[in-house]
């Protein structure tokens, strides 16, 4: 058994033995040394050297596996799920190695033998009290948007899980990487569903283990050697949130990193094409109308919205080719859904805005929204709207979007991240109970609609009706897709085992080293 080590508060002054000094600059000569204060050296417990890192975007909620910052845990070998997916969208086994369907509602999970990053065993009971939580967390995980389910330990190592109404899609759900599976010790003694009562640091499963947390700037993780799938060929990694995307290009050239997510589009030409991984993937950049309050409460204005909007000019000028037009929800990525698409009917006829004011707002995060924001300003303005356009990092607006501050927003977001289940983002974008719905759109016809294809168990059928249910989405102008997106990462070229993937949760693995 593993020696648990002595868990790091990330509020506390940090380790002389980790980055010694934060960086002023976004990243600057010296900023991702090694903690033993070498360069590219293995540790002296054995094992590759330590990967640098360069992510786009900071933690905004503390950590916590339920919200967005799930994806930055996953990404970086932290957490992992009961399952996990494969290149074609299925469930393969994570912590379960094995799962079968009991009845509608139950299905039986057997876990493998796994140990937690703490030293303790990852058990039955404790899977059921992190699934519990995740179930309790307010708001809800977007993975378990419409679900209600319950965790047992059915004896052995098995669980079983009953959801409240038929599931046949929880193996893909459970591979969210918001439904991680953490130790008790993660939890403390804070009320059930508060965010900041979670900390993922020394207590997942993942082959890394976050030692250090240094604010939104920077992090360190170690190997785990305990890890079930063998130990990590890195010893550890260096990570930085950088959100200017010119400074994580230009750290890859230099040499100041080994790995940079999210190279914009005009940094790509200045990297060795050796170092651009440009992969296709589930992620749709869409214009988001605040259907409850405000100028886009009228489905009319809504329409003259949509109207004014020219995606060409996006992916030729913005995107210089490396995206496709908005086609919906789903895009090229999603190969099933062209032949699936239905027309959306029952739009309102757009009426002139008359200079209707409103406030646009976006990310810089991602470099190219603030481009495609100030081009959608230029239309709209065209179009006979007065525009205000607003932009902050991510951490700074979510909150702002979700409460409804503004008319409409640009986001990108990744339709089958969540859970991998094409009707899931549905859910939880665009109904009236979804947790991440920029758009506020609460409307009776959309709700039968996504409700209608939870209930679809055979997979042609539940693609068919979430092809439908986006039809009746976008009838409604909330949404107007704008680009689906490829991402481009950057790769150093002694780097081998990276793995980004269409649905953005992979990229560091056991597997990753230099």
């Known amino acids: 058994m593993r020696v648990p080590r002595s868990l790091r508060n990330p509020d506390r002054p940090r380790r002389p033995r980790l980055l010694a000094t934060l960086c002023v600059a976004p990243l600057v000569a010296g900023c991702f040394a090694s903690p033993g204060g070498g360069d590219s050296k293995a540790s002296a417990a054995g094992g590759g050297p330590r990967l640098r890192v360069a992510l786009a975007f900071p933690p905004a909620e503390n950590l916590s596996p339920y919200g967005a910052d799930a994806t930055i845990l996953s990404r970086l070998g932290v957490t992992e799920g009961l399952t996990a997916l494969d290149g074609n969208g299925s469930a393969v086994p994570g912590l379960a190695a094995s799962w079968r369907r009991e009845d509608d509602r139950a299905w039986l999970f057997t876990l493998r033998e796994a140990v937690f990053q703490d ?25 378990l948007a419409g679900v209600t389910l319950t965790a047992k330990a059915a004896g052995g190592a098995a669980v079983r899980v009953t959801t409240d109404s038929p599931d046949p899609v929880l193996p893909l759900r459970l ?25 993922p640091v020394g207590t997942a499963t993942g082959p890394f283990e976050i030692t250090r947390v240094t604010g939104t700037g920077a992090a360190a993780l ?20 950088v959100a200017d995307g010119a400074a994580r290009a230009n750290a890859l050239r230099t040499g100041q990193v080994d790995l ?11 990297l060795d094409a050796g170092a651009r991984r440009e ?29 004014a909007v020219d995606a060409s000019v996006l992916t030729e000028g913005v995107y210089e080719g490396h995206a496709d ?105 665009f109904t009236c109970d979804g947790g991440y719905n920029l758009a506020r759109l609460c409307d009776a016809d959309v709700d039968r609609a996504v409700g209608k294809a939870q209930a679809a ?58």
């Open 222 to 241: 170690d190997r785990f050697d305990d890890y079930w799938g063998g130990r990590a060929q890195a010893s550890g990694i260096d990570v930085r949130f």
């Open 260 to 270: 940079a997510e999210a190279i914009p589009v005009a940094q790509a030409a200045t």
């Open 325 to 429: 037009a908005g086609a919906g929800i789903y895009g090229p990525a999603v190969t099933w859904a062209q032949g699936k698409r239905v027309r959306p009917a029952g739009r309102a006829r757009a009426v002139a805005p008359g200079g209707a004011s409103i406030t646009l707002a976006t990310y810089d995060n991602r470099p190219e929204l603030p481009e495609v924001a100030q081009v959608l300003k230029q239309q709209l303005e065209k179009a006979g709207f007065t525009v205000k356009l607003e932009v902050r990092e991510y951490s700074r607006v979510e909150s702002d979007a979700l409460a409804g501050r503004f008319d409409a927003f640009v986001a990108a977001r990744n339709s089958l991240l969540d859970t991998g289940d094409p009707v899931s983002v549905l859910a939880g974008d």
């Open 279 to 307: 992969t296709a993937t589930t992620r749709t950049t869409s214009l988001h109308l605040n259907a409850k309050s405000g100028v886009f409460e009228d489905p009319a204005l809504r329409a003259a919205a949509r109207a």
């Open 119 to 143: 030293g303790t065993d990852v058990t039955p009971a404790a899977v059921a009290a992190s699934l519990a939580r995740a179930g309790e967390a307010r708001p809800a995980p977007a993975a």
């Open 175 to 199: 591979s969210s990487p918001s439904l991680a599976v953490l130790s008790p010790k993660a939890y403390g003694n804070g009320g059930s569903g508060q965010q900041d009562a979670v900390d």
């Open 457 to 514: 168990a055979d997979a042609d059928e539940r693609q068919e009706a979430a092809m439908a249910a986006e039809a009746v989405i976008l009838g409604t102008d909330a949404v107007v897709p704008l680009v689906h997106q490829r991402i481009i990462t950057g790769v150093a070229a002694k780097v081998s085992g990276v793995l980004p993937d269409p649905y953005e949760r992979t990229l560091v693995t056991a597997g990753t080293r230099r």
